[in-house]
């Protein structure tokens, strides 16, 4: 699995938009981002994935460069309730998900 | 809250005792996996099974025994661990084990060796 470099913290302010950057210079054309969060406590909780465009659901939009060697995970309105760790994981084989590090997310009233 | 039910929550346990971890779901996903957490560290893949079958086994030590009874069920069968297994013990489930299939995970069993 390619490798991803993400900032180990970021602060948020409560409802503003929080911008999660990702770094993946290494991924190859096969290879998705997924992003992943995980509050304390529990387990981590699936939030969006892509292979080339962009995307969208209920929880986030996801923007992925067009050379894809980055990307920016998008909570339009952040909330103290989306303090948690976010992964980003390149994936490329069928079964697994690698988890890095991840970013520390807090937001802050 | 989450589709897949992780049971029991809490465990603390010798290192002689036997015990099993439980996970349920009922998406109708046809593939299953064991995940670690050591704390303050991301999760490990443990095992994972396709169709009821084991289909990986990531080096895991066999004091660690995987079983699938059904297509809803999966269970962890646990003997003789040691004090460095304490760990959070994640459950996911997947519709297959495709790459563009996202796992969706429990909210794990978190087990403590004495």
């Known amino acids: 699995d390619a490798k991803t470099t993400q900032p180990p913290s970021m602060d948020c302010a409560e409802g503003r938009a929080a911008n999660l950057p990702c770094n993946h210079s290494?991924?190859?054309?096969?290879?998705?981002v997924y992003w992943y969060r995980q509050i304390h406590s529990q387990g981590p909780q699936y939030i969006i994935h892509?292979?080339?465009n962009n995307e969208t659901n209920e929880m986030a939009s996801l923007i992925i460069t067009e050379d894809r060697k980055s990307s920016t995970l998008i909570l339009p309105h952040a909330t103290l309730r989306d303090t948690a760790v976010y992964y980003c994981?390149?994936?490329?084989?069928?079964?697994?998900?690698?988890f890095g590090a991840g970013t520390t997310v807090t937001v802050r009233a | 809250d989450t589709e897949v039910t992780q049971t029991p929550k809490h465990l603390v346990m010798g290192m002689t005792n036997k015990k099993s971890l439980k996970c349920e779901q009922h998406?109708?996903?046809?593939?299953m996996y064991w995940y670690k957490q050591k704390a303050k560290k991301p999760p490990e893949l443990m095992f994972v099974?396709?169709?009821?079958?084991?289909?990986i086994n990531e080096s895991v030590p066999s004091r660690f025994s995987p079983e699938c009874p059904n297509s809803s069920l999966l269970n962890l069968h646990l003997h003789a661990l040691q004090p460095e297994d304490s760990a959070l013990y994640l459950c996911?489930?997947?519709?297959?084990?495709?790459?563009?299939?996202?796992?969706?995970f429990g909210d794990g069993t978190r087990l403590s060796i004495l």
């Open positions: 290494t991924i190859s054309g096969n290879e998705y």
């Open positions: 994981i390149v994936r490329s084989r069928d079964y697994k998900l690698s």
């Open positions: 998406m109708g996903h046809r593939a």
């Open positions: 099974y396709s169709y009821e079958k084991l289909s």
């Open positions: 996911a489930s997947s519709p297959g084990t495709g790459i563009n299939q996202p796992q969706h």
């Open positions: 892509g292979l080339k």
